[in-house]
């Protein structure tokens, strides 16, 4: 098993699909247990990854290699690093709290609702092990189908709409994605004679600056768009309105960061000359840093409780991409954890807002006030994940957060002093949103006797909020496991960065053997 175990995590929810599909439609109960069956398995067998994964190895672990289609130099090749293994934790844990959270809110095409949820999470699982660019792109596009349906089939009135430019958009993305893989598939057979998708050999090329700069905007668009990054954030609020609440916490908690995911595993180490170009690190920081303050004011003027959330998302991916283009150890190890950060918070947020919803069928805030009264327990989860979401100490935000102002305050102190605004921002609309939907009195009489937190809301929340303690209070974990393979990127861009600032180097260059010359 030991020697198969990513294909085994990866193809787990794809294996449970298949008899999911001979239940029938009438049987809902065991549809719906089948499918939290599987995800639950599907989180355990990704578990020992944790533990298997050596910290010391900056290098791809638990690599599986077979030919897959050897006349175009496609393989079956994954394996996993510090990196990967965060954020297929992440989607193992949000998939199942994802399937759990449907079992009362989805009640019609229950069958090929959770067939999708499957295939979503085999996508998702693929494109964080992928090691060859042919088999990434192909798990980067399944992923898109089972989405699509999920919002197009049992979202809000606005589905189709949302469902289609959430596609459209996408697909643009990765269509110029491809152009810069194909760019790369080529320039090696120039190279070396040899057609190969494998990211490894491809990163043993010498790419000429030009045809660096003309990749990186390629990969650029089609990883900006799935972030999304101002200003090509414009599909993510519909989506996230339209869709039902735990295709909300899907897209929020890992669908969002294969964007990012893909800027620090393809873009930075495959075109560092790139990367580090002035104009790049200048065009993409005060992108993000634009997109940081721009969805936190947009956030504050949201009548709507769901969109307030999606626009918050925009605003604290910005985090994240300014993070990954500061080129540093403090900013890429800060963007992964603020991935991780953000698909807790942010997926504790769209559970709390799919809670009221199942109960009062709107999302308009002011429909609501004084729901701590009423709702207790509700309030107190709804307060943690508010403050994790707006960096409170002792909670997992702001470890993220004041990792990457860390970062950019090394590279730009103009960077971190806007971007602190940000931050700002951020907690007013979250304070502003629970002072107005939990304190007060019950103004709206349809809210007197809502019913607080039951048990199974409890056990997709209180993991969460647990996770979310633990990264806050002790995330040294989790910077050891980012240490080897973010020094091993920023070598690769900045060969010199640690010796120049006189800092330890992570991964220091192998002494020479001394020859022993024998004597006479």
């Not at 806007?418 to 019950?442: D, E, H, N």
Request: glycine letters at 8%.
């Amino acid at each position: 098993m030991d020697s198969h175990i990513l294909s085994i995590v990866l193809f787990t929810p794809l294996a449970g699909m298949f008899p999911l599909m001979f239940i029938p439609k009438e049987n809902k109960t065991l549809i719906k247990v089948w499918a939290n069956v599987v995800m639950v398995i599907g989180f355990l067998v990704s578990l020992p990854l944790w533990w298997r994964l050596d910290r010391s190895n900056a290098d791809f672990q638990l690599v599986e290699r077979a030919n897959w289609i050897p006349s175009i130099g496609a393989q079956y090749h994954i394996g996993i690093d510090g990196i990967s293994l965060l954020m297929v934790l992440l989607t193992t844990v949000i998939g199942l709290i994802s399937v759990f959270s449907s079992w009362s809110a989805i009640e019609d095409r229950l069958k090929e609702y959770y067939c999708f949820f499957l295939l979503l999470q085999t996508g998702m699982l693929g494109v964080f092990m992928a090691l060859d660019f042919f088999l990434f792109y192909v798990f980067w596009e399944v992923m898109l189908v089972p989405m699509y349906f999920i919002i197009g089939v049992w979202g809000g009135p606005r589905k189709l709409y949302a469902a289609i430019k959430f596609f459209l958009y996408t697909l643009f993305g990765s269509v110029l994605m491809l152009l810069g893989i194909l760019t790369l598939y080529f320039h090696h057979y120039n190279q070396f004679g040899v057609y190969t998708f494998d990211i490894l050999a491809l990163m043993k090329m010498t790419v000429p600056l030009y045809i660096q700069k003309w990749v990186f905007w390629g990969f650029f668009l089609g990883f900006a768009i799935k972030v999304p990054m101002f200003p090509f954030h414009t599909w993510l609020p519909d989506a996230h309105v339209e869709a039902p609440t735990a295709g909300s916490v899907i897209l929020a908690g890992v669908l969002l960061k294969m964007g990012t995911y893909g800027f620090i595993r393809f873009s930075l180490p495959l075109l560092p000359d790139a990367s580090k170009d002035s104009t790049t690190i200048k065009v993409i920081a005060w992108l993000s840093i634009i997109g940081i303050v721009y969805g936190a004011l947009v956030s504050l003027m949201q009548k709507d409780w769901k969109k307030l959330v999606a626009y918050s998302s925009v605003s604290h991916l910005g985090f994240c991409t300014l993070g990954i283009i500061a080129l540093n150890p403090n900013g890429l190890s800060g963007s992964i954890i603020q991935q991780v950060n953000h698909g807790i918070s942010t997926g504790m947020l769209f559970l709390i807002v799919g809670i009221v919803y199942e109960r009062r069928h709107t999302r308009e805030i002011s429909e609501y006030g004084g729901l701590s009264n009423v709702m207790p327990r509700y309030a107190i989860i709804f307060c943690i994940a508010m403050l994790s979401s707006a960096g409170m100490p002792l909670l997992n935000g702001f470890i993220g957060e004041f990792t990457i102002l860390q970062g950019a305050y090394e590279v730009s102190k103009l960077w971190a002093a806007v971007t602190v605004s940000g931050i700002v921002l951020g907690a007013a609309y979250l304070l502003w949103l629970y002072q107005r939907t939990m304190f007060g009195p019950i103004t709206n009489p349809k809210n007197e006797k809502l019913q607080d937190l039951n048990l199974r809301e409890y056990a997709y929340l209180l993991p969460l909020v647990a996770w979310a303690f633990w990264i806050g209070i002790y995330p040294k974990p989790y910077f050891e496991i980012l240490e080897k393979p973010v020094a091993k990127i920023v070598k690769r861009i900045q060969p010199d960065y640690y010796r120049v600032r006189n800092l330890p180097d992570p991964l220091p260059e192998p002494r020479p053997v001394a020859q022993v010359v024998p004597t006479p």
